[in-house]
């Protein structure tokens, strides 16, 4: 298995069907397809917009998805890498793959100037995401979520 960024022809699809599942295990919120399809390719059209990164096995099955946007950090005067949208497909959880996304991800900031961190945000009932991140030495912070939404 290896880490890779995603791109637009190859990865477009499934990552938009990851979040599609994604959201019906996690939330039991049915998102439309095409509109999440859309808001996936916006970010490849736009890297500002953030980054998607792809586990692939030996035989080229997309394993795992995630997307990292970056936050500036006026604190620290360095971005924050935020991880979201992460999605595993089920026969392959527990197996490690996130744990070797992670390490990337972290490897990417340790060689770079200009990252400070990773950070993620959970939902609270994911108890089993929750216990992955604690394995990897993530910890809870000291601060709250809160969110307006239209």
Not at 29 to 34: F, G, T
Not at 114 to 137: F, H, M, S, T, W
């Amino acid at each position: 298995m290896f880490i890779k960024e995603a791109n637009l022809d190859e990865h477009l699809e499934i990552i938009a069907k990851f979040q599609v599942e994604m959201a019906m295990e996690t939330e039991n919120l049915k998102l439309d397809y095409p509109i999440v399809k859309k808001g996936v390719q916006a970010v490849f059209e736009d890297p500002a917009k953030g980054k998607y990164y792809v586990a692939i096995d030996e035989n080229g099955k997309c394993l795992a998805s995630l997307l990292t946007v970056l936050e500036w950090s006026d604190w620290r005067c360095k971005s924050v890498t935020w991880i979201h949208s992460v999605y595993v497909i089920e026969e392959y959880r527990g197996k490690g793959v996130f744990k070797k996304m992670y390490h990337h991800l972290k490897e990417l900031v340790l060689g770079s100037e200009d990252l400070a961190g990773l950070r993620l945000y959970v939902e609270k009932e994911n108890i089993n995401a929750q216990k992955v991140y604690e394995k990897l030495e993530m910890t809870r912070e000291h601060y709250h979520l809160y969110e307006w939404l239209k």
